[in-house]
T-cell receptor, first 111, second 112 residues
Framework: RKEVEQDPGPFNVPEGATVAFNCTYSNSASQSFFWYRQDCRKEPKLLMSVYSSGNEDGRFTAQLNRASQYISLLIRDSKLSDSATYLCVVTLSGGYQKVTFGTGTKLQVIP | SQTIHQWPATLVQPVGSPLSLECTVEGTSNPNLYWYRQAAGRGLQLLFYSVGIGQISSEVPQNLSASRPQDRQFILSSKKLLLSDSGFYLC???????????FGSGTRLTVV
């Protein structure tokens, strides 16, 4: 089983729709969780951290389910500019920040 | 504010040639520095990380090496490139495991 797994997509959604991605992780000792956004041929950029209690940033909501070992990202009122690949990132506790990136879920918002 | 610079943006190199990619960080001290590679259509693979000057750890054995001659400078090198070294190379820095990474703009390397 991969350490971090994501559905590669693509998710094709119309403007204004709500879309959700999940990301599962295999190591129960995982400590920190993030969502990154990567535009085509660009570097990944931090979208948001994922907190245990869930957190929201505008149209974006991130949630963590430790019991089932997954995190989710919900995007409401999708915009064309949301089209990108969304990477799930999981870190392990310990002196060295062992970070594992998912391979990403591609989102295409269509007019 | 903190910034990270990475160059060159694109590079085409013949097989067997050497490589040197440089990354510098401004606006922070003693950052954790990382080199990642992203092959076409694939996820990010950690190559090297450094927690301080002269301290380099390798995640994946290969023909690449890294050095950190100064606190905010991280260099990725190879003596002889292979075709399989083609990819998108990203430098990143972090202040700690709970703060995520900031990536440089990347170098797209094509080995021909």
């Amino acid at each position: 089983r991969k350490e971090v797994e994501q559905d590669p997509g693509p998710f094709n959604v119309p403007e204004g729709a709500t879309v959700a991605f999940n990301c599962t992780y295999s190591n129960s000792a995982s400590q920190s969780f993030f969502w990154y956004r990567q535009d085509c041929r660009k570097e990944p950029k931090l979208l948001m951290s994922v907190y245990s209690s869930g957190n929201e940033d505008g149209r974006f909501t991130a949630q963590l389910n430790r019991a089932s070992q997954y995190i989710s990202l919900l995007i409401r009122d999708s915009k064309l500019s949301d089209s990108a690949t969304y990477l799930c990132v999981v870190t392990l506790s310990g002196g060295y920040q062992k970070v594992t990136f998912g391979t990403g879920t591609k989102l295409q918002v269509i007019p | 504010s903190q910034t990270i610079h990475q160059w060159p943006a694109t590079l085409v190199q013949p097989v067997g040639s050497p490589l040197s990619l440089e990354c510098t960080v401004e606006g922070t001290s003693n950052p954790n520095l990382y080199w990642y590679r992203q092959a076409a259509g694939r996820g990010l693979q950690l190559l090297f990380y450094s927690v301080g000057i002269g301290q380099i750890s390798s995640e994946v054995p290969q023909n690449l090496s890294a050095s950190r001659p100064q606190d905010r400078q991280f260099i990725l090198s190879s003596k002889k490139l292979l075709l399989s070294d083609s990819g998108f190379y990203l430098c990143a820095w972090s202040v700690g495991r709970n703060y995520g990474y900031t990536f440089g703009s990347g170098t797209r390397l094509t080995v021909v």
